[in-house]
């Protein structure tokens, strides 16, 4: 267990769809991170939200948009859903200056038919 | 861009051998991690290296790192089938990660 979770788990969208995704971090992590994993690759950075500013980006359309929060929790929007969109998304909370070490929530496996 | 290979992708051993995964990065940076993830899971933090020539053991795995090579590998001692996952590492910068190891390990 790592603290971190993420709401919903499962979630069928169809395309041209706009979706939201949750993620709740530990207490004090000030930073958080969203990934899109697609079956059988590696995870790739979307963006990450440090003290709710947007503090560095992946190689993503602006269809995928976040918010961070002050109670630690933030948002993955994503308009326009295109089948490709289909993956796991994953956060990853971060207390930067401790090593940065992430922790990952449970991801939410989201399908677009 | 930066880029980070692993390999092998495919890794079969049998229980009780030893072996070495690698992984190299194409640019500098300060910092690799390495995780574990189990099918249908999430991903596990096994390791941060920070420096070079970082070290760090954690059972049967350990983890090391030489970024004037632009390398690190995580070796495998003895496995045992609960080490059966997939591992990652991922550089820092944009937490770029690597394809994956696909590890399965048999009696």
């Known amino acids: 267990e790592t603290g971190v979770t993420q709401s919903p788990t499962h979630l069928i969208k169809t395309r041209g769809q706009q979706v939201t995704l949750r993620c709740s971090s530990q207490s004090g992590h000030n930073t958080v991170s969203w990934y899109q994993q697609a079956l059988g690759q590696g995870p790739q950075f979307i963006f990450q939200?440090?003290?709710?500013?947007?503090?560095g980006r992946g190689n993503f359309p602006p269809r995928f948009s976040g918010l961070q929060f002050p109670n630690y929790s933030s948002e993955l929007n994503v308009n326009a859903l295109e089948l490709d969109d289909s993956a796991l998304y994953l956060c990853a909370s971060t207390r930067q200056g401790y090593g940065d070490e992430q922790f990952f929530g449970p991801g939410t496996r989201l399908t677009v038919l | 861009e930066l880029k980070v290979e692993q390999n092998p992708l495919f890794l079969s051993m049998q229980e009780g051998k030893n072996y070495t995964i690698y992984c190299n990065y194409s640019t500098t940076s300060d910092r690799l991690y390495w995780y574990r993830q189990d099918p249908g899971k999430s991903l596990e933090s096994l390791f941060v290296?920070?420096?070079?020539?970082a070290v760090k053991q954690e059972g049967r795995l350990m983890a090391s790192l030489d970024t004037k090579a632009r390398l690190s590998t995580l070796h495998i001692t003895a496995a045992v089938h609960d080490l059966s996952a997939t591992y990652f590492c991922a550089v820092n910068n944009d937490m770029r990660f690597g394809a994956g190891t696909r590890l399965t390990v048999k009696p």
């Open positions: 939200y440090y003290r709710e500013e947007e503090n």
């Open positions: 290296l920070l420096s070079n020539g």
